[in-house]
C-alpha cells in the first residue's frame, strides 16, 4: 500500500491529482508536508488522540470521533499483511479466518462515519479538504481510501513521490 511505484496508474494519478489539490488548499507542498510530519511524530499513534485532531504549525487535520488504539492496531496489522501488495485496492474483508473477519467488519462499521477534515491555520491559505477512511464500502467489501493510507501511515517520501508523479 506505501509504495507509490507499486500503485496501478489510475491510483498513482488519483493520489497525486488529490494531493496537489489538497497541497493547494492548505497553503502549499510544505505546509501538507509539515501536517503529514505531524501526524508521524505523534505516539502510538495520531489516530489515537484523544481530541481527535493533530496540528502542524500551519493546518490542523480533525475528525469527528475518536478511534481506539486497537482499531488503529487493526489496521496496522491489515496494512503489515498487504504492504508489499500489487493491488492496492484490496478487499480488507476477504479474509479465510472467519474470527478476524468479524473483527474487521466490526472495525468498518466503527470506523465508516468518522471524516477527516484538514484545514490551514490561515483562512488566507485555503479552503482545506476532507475525506473518509473507506472509499468503497458494499455489503460483502471494503476497501481502505488511498488518501487515508498515505496522510495516516505511509511516510512522507510516499506523498513527495505522488505530488511529482506526471500523468
Same mark, same amino acid.
Given at each position: 500500500m506505501c509504495n507509490f511505484n507499486k500503485q496501478s496508474e489510475d491510483t498513482k494519478a488519483l493520489i497525486h491529482l488529490?494531493?496537489?489539490?489538497?497541497? =493547494?488548499?492548505?497553503?502549499?507542498?510544505?505546509? *501538507? *508536508?509539515? *501536517? +503529514?510530519?505531524? +501526524?508521524?511524530?505523534?505516539?502510538p499513534h495520531a489516530l489515537s488522540e484523544k481530541n481527535a485532531q493533530v496540528a502542524s504549525n500551519k493546518s490542523i487535520v480533525k475528525w469527528n470521533k475518536v478511534i481506539f488504539a486497537d482499531k488503529v492496531e487493526l489496521i496496522q496489522? +491489515?496494512?503489515? +499483511?498487504?504492504?508489499?501488495?500489487?493491488?492496492?485496492?484490496?478487499?480488507? *474483508?476477504?479474509? =479465510?479466518?472467519?474470527?478476524r473477519q468479524k473483527n474487521i467488519l466490526n472495525m468498518v462499521k466503527a470506523l465508516a462515519p468518522v471524516k477527516f477534515t484538514v484545514t490551514p491555520q490561515n483562512p488566507k491559505d485555503g479552503g482545506?479538504?476532507?475525506?473518509?477512511?473507506?472509499?468503497?464500502i458494499e455489503e460483502n467489501e471494503a476497501v481502505f481510501n488511498p488518501i487515508f493510507i498515505a496522510m495516516f501511515f505511509c511516510s512522507t517520501e510516499f506523498t513527495k513521490k505522488a505530488l511529482k508523479y506526471e500523468i
Open positions: 488529490f494531493m496537489v489539490k489538497a497541497a =493547494e488548499n492548505v497553503g502549499g507542498t510544505n505546509f *501538507l *508536508l509539515a *501536517l +503529514i510530519e505531524a +501526524i508521524r511524530s505523534k505516539k496489522s +491489515i496494512l503489515d +499483511i498487504h504492504r508489499s501488495s500489487e493491488n492496492p485496492n484490496f478487499n480488507i *474483508l476477504d479474509q =479465510e479466518n472467519k474470527k482545506g479538504f476532507e475525506f473518509s477512511v473507506f472509499d468503497k
